[in-house]
């Protein structure tokens, strides 16, 4: 079992940045590969990002590419996403996500966190 706990969401207005960070536990998770995926009210939830358990370069959605940055600390057992130039179609909640493969097929996940952003 793979334990995610999930930080760092709030409030933010239009333009301004937010650090997400998901701590891991019960296993290590250099072995796993990890993502980030979003539930806007109403919608269905959403690839964000996610980074093999190499640490290659990550994959990210279109919506997210070049203001989003995805990174690993596989000795903090940890993810980070930094999030830039947020606009408020961002507002969602942001789910840690760990899997054996990048398909995220059964992954486990974190409770999440908030993100709002004000226009």
């Known amino acids: 079992q793979v334990q995610l706990v999930e930080s760092g969401g709030g409030l933010v207005q239009a333009g301004g940045s937010l650090r997400l960070s998901c701590k891991a536990s019960?296993?290590?998770?250099?072995?796993?590969?990890m993502g980030w995926f979003r539930q806007a009210p109403g919608k269905e939830r959403e690839f964000v990002a996610s980074i093999s358990w190499t640490g290659g370069s990550p994959n990210y959605a279109d919506s997210v590419k070049g203001r989003f940055t995805m990174s690993r600390d596989n000795f903090k057992n940890t993810v980070y996403m930094q999030m830039s130039s947020l606009k408020p179609d961002a507002t969602a909640v942001y789910y840690c996500?760990?899997?054996?493969?990048?398909?995220?097929?059964?992954?486990?996940w974190g409770q999440g966190t908030q993100v709002t952003v004000s226009s």
């Open positions: 019960g296993r290590d998770i250099s072995v796993y590969a």
């Open positions: 996500s760990a899997d054996p493969s990048m398909g995220f097929q059964a992954p486990y």
